[in-house]
C-alpha cells in the first residue's frame, strides 16, 4: 500500500534518532508535535477528565504529536486529557467509522482532498472558525471548510547536480526534457501532485493552474514511462536518488533536505514550482468529545513554538504565520513555509483533488504500469 | 474401505469435520471475494468486458504471461543441466550437489530479491566491473523492467524444476543407455533418442509447476519492476489497496485462479500431477 507522508516523516525521525542525530527529547517533543501525544494522562486525571483522542499514522508520531500538539493544550486546559491512536486514519477508514455510527476518533491527520471527499460526503464535522482562529494558518488552502492545517510539506523537483554540470532543472517543464536532461526521472506512483507539476510542463501558469486537464496530464507524465521509476515509500525515493538509478526525481521535501545534507550537496533541490501542501486535520462526524476537538485544533493552530519544534524533528514546515521568524537560521532554507520559500511554491488545490483524486490515480496508474 | 474398492460411508464420515472446515472458512470467503468482480461497482460482467476494452489489463496480462514463459523456458533449461549432472554423479556428488540446489530455497525470497538489486543497479557490481574493464561506456539497464524480474524470477524457480525432473530422471533404467551404446549409438544419439524422451514427463511437470508458481509471483516482480512493470499479483493488490477498485482486482483474481485451473486440467490429461505435488508416489 502506499506509503502516506505522515508515516514518512515518523520512518525518517526513527532514523535519525538511531543514529543520534536528534536526541530521545527532541525526538518525543516531535512526535508530540505529530500529534502523537500525552501518553502520561494518567487513569486518576482519566475519570475526571473528558478526553480527545486524536489519530495519527502509527510509530513515532503516536508520541510526537501528543508533545508538540497535545501536551500544549492539556497544559491551558485542565481536566482534558488528549490520548493518541497510531490506527492511520486513512478515508475508507474514516467512512466506515462514521457510517457505523461509532466514533471513537476526535482530530484525525488526515489530507486536504480527503477533507473534500469526506466532507461531502457529510462525514466530518465543520471547522467552526469562532474557535480555531483563521489568521492562526496561512491564508490559502490550509483552513478549509471541513479541516484545517497546522503543518505542511511539499513535492519538490530534487536532482544530481554531477549529472548536470552546467546546471540543473529549473522547472516542470525541464523535467520532463529528456533531450536537455538527460536520465532515468523519479515520480511518486500516485496522481496527486505529480499531475499537477505535469500541467506546468504543459505550459500552464501556475497561478491559473487549476482545474487540471487529466487526460493531457496522463498522456504528458506516461511519456515519461520509459525513462522513469517509481516509489512508494519515502525511504524509496531517497535509494532511488542516492544510489543514482534516477538522476532528477519529485519527491517530499523532508526527504530532498536529508539527500542535500548527507550527499554535502551533490543532490539539490528547488522550491520554484513545488506543491506546497496542508496538513490537515479534519473532525470526523459525530465525534466522541464533540467542540473539545474544535478547541484542540485552535490550539494547534495557534503555538507556533511547538510547531517549529515538530520542523527541527521531522521537517514539517509550520503554519502558524509567526512561526517563521522563530525558526532557527540554518533550517529556514529547509522550510517549505519560510515566506522565500512559500512565495515561490504552487498550493496544491485540495479543494479539485477532493472532487477528482480517484479517476485521475486511477487513470494515471493505468496509464504508467503494466 | 469397503468390499467394492471405493470408500465407504463411514470414511466420508471421518474426513467430514475437515470438509467442513475447509468449505466454511477457505472455500466460501474465496467464492465470496470471487463474487465482488461481478457486483461492484454494478451488476454485471463489466469488469471482465475490460479484458477487451482496458489497454492497462491487457498490459498486465500480456507481460505475466510474457515473463512466466520465458522463466519457465530458462528454469527448465538450467534445471534440466542440473538435474542431467546429479543423475550422472557419484553417489557423494549428489549430496553434495542436491544441498546446492536446497540451500537457495531456504533463503527469503526477499533477501535474494535485494541481492538481484545490489548487484544489477546501475551502480551495482555487474554495470561497475563492466564499465572499469571498459567494455561499456554507459551502464546497462539490468533492473527496474522485465529483465531484472526475469533475472530474479529464474533464480527463484530452477530448484522447482531440478526436483521434478530429477525424480524422473531417476527412474530411467541406466541399462537402457547402456544397451543403446552397445547397439552402436553415440553419446549425442544415446542422449537424443534415448534419455530425452524417458525424462520427458519430468520436463513437463517441472514446466507446469514453475509456469503456474510464476504467475502469482509478487514479491520478485514488485521489487524489482521499478514500481512500473507490474505483474498480476501486484496489479491486484494495487486496485484491492490504493485505488479501491475491488471489482476490477477480483476480476482479475478470478481470472488468475481460472488460468491456473485451466493449465492443471489440460496437463493433468499428459502427466501425473499427483506426482507432482508429492503425494501418491
Given amino acids: ?370 | 474401505m469397503s468390499d467394492s474398492g471405493r470408500p465407504g460411508l463411514g470414511w466420508w464420515l471421518l474426513i467430514l469435520p475437515a470438509l467442513l472446515l475447509l468449505l466454511a472458512f477457505y472455500v466460501a470467503p474465496i467464492v465470496q471475494v470471487l463474487a465482488v468482480s461481478v457486483t461492484e461497482p454494478e451488476m454485471g460482467l463489466g469488469n471482465y468486458e475490460r479484458i477487451f476494452t482496458s489497454g492497462s489489463v491487457q498490459r498486465v496480462i500480456l507481460t505475466t504471461l510474457r515473463i512466466c514463459l520465458i522463466t519457465t523456458v530458462f528454469a527448465l533449461l538450467l534445471g534440466y543441466g542440473i538435474a542431467y549432472a546429479i543423475t550422472l554423479a557419484s553417489p557423494r556428488m549428489k549430496g553434495w550437489w542436491i544441498l546446492a540446489v536446497l540451500v537457495p530455497l531456504w533463503i527469503s525470497v526477499l533477501v535474494r530479491a535485494f541481492a538481484w538489486v545490489t548487484l544489477l543497479r546501475r551502480q551495482g557490481l555487474i554495470n561497475n566491473t563492466l564499465m572499469e574493464s571498459g567494455l561499456i561506456s554507459e551502464p546497462l539497464p539490468l533492473v527496474w523492467n522485465e529483465f531484472g524480474i526475469i533475472v530474479g524470477m529464474v533464480h527463484y524457480m530452477v530448484p522447482f524444476a531440478v526436483l521434478p525432473m530429477l525424480s524422473s530422471m531417476r527412474e530411467i533404467d541406466p541399462r537402457l543407455l547402456a544397451a543403446a551404446r552397445g547397439l552402436g549409438a553415440s553419446r549425442g544419439d544415446t542422449f537424443r533418442r534415448v534419455f530425452l524422451p524417458l525424462s520427458m514427463p519430468g520436463v513437463i511437470a517441472a514446466g507446469v509447476l514453475v509456469f503456474i508458481f510464476s504467475l502469482g509471483f509478487y514479491i520478485t516482480p514488485a521489487i524489482l519492476g521499478g514500481g512500473k512493470t507490474l505483474m498480476v499479483a501486484e496489479w491486484i493488490s494495487l486496485q484491492i489497496l490504493d485505488l479501491i477498485r475491488w471489482g476490477l482486482g477480483t476480476m482479475m483474481a478470478t481470472m488468475l485462479v481460472l488460468a491456473i485451473l485451466v493449465t492443471l486440467a489440460v496437463f493433468s490429461r499428459i502427466v501425473d500431477l499427483r506426482r507432482i505435488f508429492g503425494s501418491g508416489a
Fill in chain 1, 1 to 370: 500500500m502506499m506509503q502516506s507522508f505522515q508515516q514518512d516523516c515518523i520512518d525518517l525521525a526513527m532514523q535519525r534518532f538511531r543514529r543520534g542525530e536528534v536526541d530521545r527529547r527532541t525526538l518525543l517533543a516531535g512526535l508530540a508535535a505529530l500529534g502523537v501525544g500525552a501518553m502520561a494522562g494518567g487513569a486518576a486525571q482519566a475519570q475526571a477528565a473528558r478526553k480527545l483522542v486524536m489519530v495519527n499514522w502509527g510509530g513515532l508520531a503516536n508520541q510526537g504529536f501528543g508533545n508538540f500538539y497535545g501536551a500544549p493544550f492539556v497544559a491551558a486546559n485542565a481536566g482534558w486529557t488528549v490520548e493518541q491512536d497510531s490506527t492511520g486514519p486513512s478515508a475508507g477508514r474514516i467512512r466506515s467509522m462514521v457510517e457505523s455510527r461509532r466514533v471513537t476518533w476526535d482530530l484525525c491527520d488526515s489530507s486536504a482532498s480527503s477533507s473534500f471527499l469526506l466532507g461531502g460526503q457529510n462525514l466530518l464535522t465543520k471547522i467552526d472558525y469562532d474557535v480555531v482562529k483563521k489568521e492562526n494558518t496561512l491564508p490559502v488552502g490550509f483552513a478549509l471548510e471541513y479541516g484545517a492545517a497546522p503543518y505542511s510539506f511539499s513535492s519538490v523537483l530534487c536532482y544530481d547536480s554531477a549529472k548536470f554540470p552546467q546546471g540543473g532543472p529549473t522547472s516542470w517543464a525541464d523535467f520532463y526534457d529528456l533531450q536537455k536532461f538527460p536520465g532515468t526521472r523519479l515520480m511518486r506512483r500516485d496522481a496527486l501532485a505529480t499531475l499537477d507539476a505535469a500541467q506546468m510542463a504543459l505550459g500552464k501558469a501556475p497561478s491559473a493552474l487549476y482545474p487540471l486537464d487529466i487526460a493531457a496530464t496522463v498522456r504528458k507524465a506516461a511519456s515519461l514511462r520509459r525513462n522513469a521509476v517509481f516509489w512508494n515509500s519515502g525511504s524509496e525515493s531517497e535509494q532511488f536518488l542516492r544510489t543514482g538509478e534516477a538522476v532528477m526525481g519529485q519527491i517530499w521535501h523532508t526527504r530532498a533536505t536529508v539527500l542535500e545534507r548527507e550527499t554535502n550537496g551533490r543532490i539539490k533541490f528547488i522550491w520554484p514550482q513545488a506543491l506546497l501542501q496542508a496538513g490537515i486535520f479534519v473532525i470526523p462526524r459525530g465525534n466522541p468529545g464533540g467542540e473539545g476537538a474544535q478547541r484542540l485544533l485552535a490550539s494547534m493552530l495557534a503555538n507556533p513554538e511547538p510547531q517549529v519544534g515538530l520542523l527541527t524533528l521531522l521537517g514539517n514546515g509550520p503554519t502558524n504565520p509567526r512561526a517563521a521568524a522563530l525558526v532557527p537560521q540554518e533550517l529556514r532554507k529547509n522550510n517549505p513555509t519560510d515566506p522565500d520559500n512559500a512565495r515561490v511554491q504552487v498550493v496544491l488545490n485540495g479543494e479539485w483533488w477532493g472532487r477528482n483524486y480517484q479517476q485521475a490515480n486511477a487513470d494515471f496508474i493505468d496509464a504508467v504500469t503494466g
